[in-house]
């Protein structure tokens, strides 16, 4: 069974930066995609980024050109660094591992973004 941990989560204030970091108790190196997902308080879970087997990234438009994803195959760990955060970025985010009809979640990390 694949598990994901993230961490990094906390407060911020607006215009700052976070980077989450999902560790995976499996090898990312050959898995066709991982992604970040999120929930903000009484909204649908949305897509904020997701990276391919190939390294293509690709982002939502409310993220694009702040966050940046990224990954690390040494260490199974995929990041996410959030720079001038702003407060509609408040949301519990969560790690994802997909590979063919599979996927798998992460617990999710809390990002508040407040001043």
């Known amino acids: 069974q694949v598990r994901l941990v993230e961490s990094g989560g906390g407060l911020v204030q607006p215009g700052g930066s976070l980077r989450l970091s999902c560790a995976a108790s499996t090898s990312i190196f050959s898995v066709d995609a991982m992604a970040w997902y999120r929930r903000a308080p009484g909204k649908q879970r949305e897509p904020v980024s997701v990276l391919t087997r190939d390294g293509s990234p690709d982002y939502s438009d409310s993220v694009k050109g702040r966050f940046t994803i990224s990954r690390d195959d040494a260490k199974n760990t995929l990041y996410l660094q959030m720079n001038r955060v702003k407060p509609e970025d408040t949301a519990v985010y969560y790690c994802?591992?997909?590979?063919?009809?599979?996927?798998?979640w992460g617990q999710g990390t809390q990002v508040t973004v407040s001043s």
């Open positions: 994802v591992l997909l590979h063919r009809a599979n996927d798998y």
